[in-house]
């Protein structure tokens, strides 16, 4: 059964992934999108979502490799990932 490509805000807490790739459109996101490269999130990375906001709203905690990180919901839309 192959595993689709969905974005990180679509992972429920305690699923591992990895990432594929980081979208952007427009200016804006390509400076979000430097700043998620330079934290990690790189191509072939393996990450896992820890926690999400009440209700399924507000920041997402996701570990990538020994760090934890909190990112907008806009933010891990724009990660491309696979689960493992």
Do not use: H, Y
């Not at 699923?15 to 330079?38: F, N």
């Amino acid at each position: 059964m192959l595993n689709p490509a969905m974005n990180l805000e679509q992972i429920l807490p305690g699923v591992r992934a990895r990432v594929c790739s980081i979208a952007s459109i427009g200016d804006q996101q390509e400076d979000v999108r430097g700043q998620l490269e330079d934290i990690g999130f790189l191509p072939g990375e393996q990450i896992e979502v820890l926690r999400k906001g009440l209700l399924g709203q507000g920041p997402i905690l996701i570990r990538v490799g020994s760090s934890i990180f909190a990112l907008r919901e806009s933010e891990a839309r724009m990660v491309e990932v696979k689960t493992l």
